[in-house]
């Protein structure tokens, strides 16, 4: 099993957040994914950037020149060029390490590499979260501050799929790598509550799954929220909710005859009787920037993300018995804007 394909195990939220995306988190989307904002002041917390003026009477804070993308804001010259249609192009590439459940659900942890890469050109934006690229048909303009989303998305959703360390869990036997296609669509709008430069931010992610595996479909709304505390500093949150079909439950959750006298776990349906909701999560994360400006340069990141599995999912004896509804997955790593 490849880094690439465990990683999948709990970053299939589009919603995310936790590591490299909480919004941006981070997260997976469909996976993705709180607290208020620190009403921090630039001077307190960056005695060497350049004094601001005075915020206006609406925000909470004010944060000098910082822009643009939640958690990783978008790397930006000083050109004055006033000819330009579209936002500036970027790239942004991070890798890190992150500390998840052993399959969606379980009791057990593994430490697995993490990768993420996002830019913007010509005004097209794209990015990866966990083990799904997206690509934003809807071209950002310059200086807009509502930013509407909408393009498609393909997921790669690995749970189960190589070696697990139940031994019951692992006697019901591996599930494929199931590839998830579809489409995202939310709004973004900047300068909200605590500056000019923070994010609210809205979008559903909907994945049918095209390679036959599971046969069902996944979809997830997330909100997320991300303030610039100064130059070098960055915060967001996020939260989430999943929602499966009835193949999704029947392939990752329920046991069947031959599984039970394999696992002796009991049988059980309940997971792909009908859809409905089945995990929900709640992220954080934060950036800081070692060259003094999150528009540039190397950044470091990290991330904390709870996500806990309701109704039926949760009654599945893969969780109730063999591990636990409510997980926890931790990241860091560093990142290069340019």
Not at 5 to 18: D, E, F, H, P, Q
Not at 135 to 151: M, S
Not at 279 to 294: M, R
Not at 318 to 334: D, M, N, R, S, T
């Amino acid at each position: 099993m490849t880094p690439l394909s465990r990683m999948n195990r709990t970053m299939c939220k589009a919603g995310l957040v936790a590591l490299f995306a909480i919004a941006g988190i981070g997260a997976s989307p469909v996976a993705a994914e709180d607290a208020a904002p620190p009403p921090a002041l630039v001077e307190s917390l960056d005695p060497v950037a350049t004094p601001v003026a005075a915020p206006a009477a609406r925000y909470l804070q004010t944060t000098g020149d910082i822009d643009d993308e939640i958690l990783l804001p978008a790397a930006r010259d000083d050109d004055r060029d006033d000819d330009r249609k579209w936002s500036r192009n970027y790239f942004s590439v991070a890798a890190g390490a992150l500390s998840v459940p052993d399959y969606s659900g379980s009791d057990e942890r593994r430490l697995l590499p993490a990768f993420y890469v996002r830019g913007r050109y010509d005004g097209y934006s794209f990015s990866t979260r966990g083990t799904n690229l997206q690509v934003d048909l809807i071209r950002q303009r310059r200086g807009q501050k509502t930013d509407f989303k909408f393009g498609p998305i393909i997921s790669l959703r690995a749970d189960r799929s190589g070696s697990v360390k139940d031994a019951q869990v692992a006697a019901l036997g591996k599930r494929k790598l199931a590839v998830e296609a579809g489409l995202f669509a939310g709004v973004t709008q900047t300068g909200v509550i605590t500056s000019a430069h923070d994010q609210l931010g809205f979008r559903v992610v909907a994945l049918k799954d095209v390679s036959g595996r599971h046969g069902s479909w996944a979809a997830s709304p997330t909100i997320d929220y991300g303030t610039p505390l100064s130059k070098r500093a960055f915060v967001g949150v996020s939260a989430s909710m999943n929602f499966y079909g009835k193949g999704f439950g029947r392939y990752y959750y329920d046991i069947d005859p031959l599984g039970s006298a394999a696992s002796g776990l009991p049988v059980y349906s309940g997971a792909g009787a009908k859809a409905g909701a089945g995990k929900y999560s709640f992220g954080v994360a934060g950036a800081y920037s070692l060259s003094g400006d999150l528009r540039k340069g190397f950044v470091l990141i990290g991330g904390a993300q709870y996500s806990r599995l309701t109704g039926r999912f949760a009654d599945s004896p893969i969780v109730a018995q063999a591990g636990k509804p409510g997980q926890w997955l931790f990241g860091g790593g560093l990142a290069y804007q340019f």
